[in-house]
């Protein structure tokens, strides 16, 4: 038990790192910003798909149920990272940024016969920008510029179970603990603006797998999930400092704050998936999911108020898509047991931007899982994928990344009896 509270320990001494913001993007002043991928690197490099996987050498923490499925003998620890360049284009110009982020760190064992137990450290939004922008102020007809500055995201710790009652359906669940800040500001000549939420709440995911032999190569899985919508209790505040120039030597500054309580939702999520496994080889998935944000409460600026409105999202539809093929996951040549990924998804937007829809998300994965053979280990896995990622709208901003997403699966053997003669 020592070994598996230091692998949590870890995760947990990893929280300032992915507490860093991880994207550049001018959409995470919106909302509660970017959502994150979700997955960790052999679901990235099926672009997100896990819904309806059950691998027994790693840890899928999309669908809880799957923990039933991780080898007995095993103890999985599994830490990701990415490195991303993105393009931003809007009319003529262009311009490039990068970011480089921790990812997660997830792990898992078998706590009992058909019984196993996955826990982590995950990303939920990220917030990061930073731009000025020349705007002209009606009321004095002139130019000024304004600087936006936005940090911050959610983020979560779980602790998750999945129990297989009988043969071939498990049921599963993970309970999160859910943090972070939403930090915004915009500041010019005549004035500064802050927005600000501190978040404090929990987070609980359901899920169902119902897997069946068609044969004695092919299998089929099929998995749903349910992730509880609610509110955050979360009170965000926005101040706002008026700057009057009363001399050319004096400033007054006129501080007003407004509080909107209770006025910060997490929505419901609801997915569904489905997996077709042939001979240990061939994994082809697709997933559904929909999560329903128009319900969802978030504060709103009405001049003179500050005050919750379900007005400011819509609700998110996403397809995810992918494969795996390994040759012989049991062989003995390296190159035999090297699997290969490849994934697409698409997804409708979350946000509202001045009243129009924000922009939609197409995404293509690949990646490899390459076996660590030693004379220790040979069942740990180094995961690398690549991924394209763009998010475009008419009249809005054009984004195109390219994303490494790199993760390092350790796979121990821990609880096996030896016999001594």
């Not at 995911?205 to 044969?215: C, I, P, V």
């Not at 898509?321 to 012989?328: F, H, S, T, V």
Request: a positive charge.
């Amino acid at each position: 038990m020592k070994k598996i509270f230091a692998a949590m320990s870890i995760a947990l001494l990893a929280t300032p790192a992915l507490a860093q913001s991880g994207t550049n993007s001018p959409y995470s002043m919106y909302g509660i910003g970017v959502l994150s991928d979700q997955g960790n690197s052999f679901n990235r490099g099926m672009n997100g798909v896990g819904v309806g996987l059950r691998p027994h050498n790693q840890i899928n923490y999309l669908n809880p149920a799957s923990y039933s499925a991780v080898d007995s003998l095993s103890f999985i620890f599994d830490a990701g990272l990415s490195l991303q360049m993105t393009n931003f284009k809007e009319g003529k110009v262009s311009k490039n940024a990068n970011n480089a982020n921790f990812e997660y760190a997830v792990g898992g064992f078998r706590l009992a016969r058909n019984l196993g137990v996955g826990f982590g450290l995950l990303p939920v939004s990220n917030i990061g920008y930073n731009f000025a922008k020349t705007e002209t102020v009606v009321e004095g007809d002139f130019a000024t510029t304004s600087l936006y500055y936005g940090s911050g995201g959610l983020h979560e710790v779980f602790l998750g179970l999945g129990w297989s009652p009988f043969s071939g359906f498990s049921l599963g669940v993970n309970g999160g603990y859910l943090w972070g800040e939403i930090d915004r500001k915009v500041t010019n000549s005549y004035i500064i603006k802050s927005q600000y939420c501190n978040v404090s709440s929990y987070k609980l995911d359901f899920g169902m797998q119902y897997q069946q032999k068609l044969n004695s190569k092919d299998v089929l899985t099929i998995g749903a999930t349910y992730g509880l919508g609610h509110s955050l209790k979360a009170d965000p505040t926005s101040s706002v400092i008026s700057l009057r120039q009363i001399n050319s030597q004096t400033t007054k500054a006129d501080t007003t704050t407004y509080v909107a309580k209770d006025a910060l939702d997490f929505p419901t999520q609801i997915s569904a998936g489905v997996a077709y496994t042939h001979g240990n080889k061939w994994t082809v998935g697709v997933d559904y999911t929909l999560q329903q944000w128009a319900e969802a409460k978030y504060p709103e600026d009405k001049g003179n108020s500050y005050v919750a409105s379900k007005n400011a999202y819509k609700d998110l539809h996403r397809v995810n898509a992918g494969l795996e093929y390994c040759q012989n996951p049991e062989g003995r040549s390296f190159m035999s047991r090297i699997r290969y990924r490849l994934g697409a998804s698409y997804s409708t937007p979350y946000l509202k931007i001045n009243g129009q829809d924000g922009p939609n998300q197409i995404s293509v994965s690949a990646g490899v899982g390459i076996p660590i053979v030693n004379g220790f280990n040979n069942r740990s896995i180094l995961n690398i994928s690549g991924q394209w990622v763009r998010n475009e709208a008419t009249g809005l901003i054009k984004e195109n990344t390219f994303r490494i997403n790199v993760g390092f699966t350790f796979n121990e053997r821990w609880f096996a009896k030896w016999k001594f003669e």
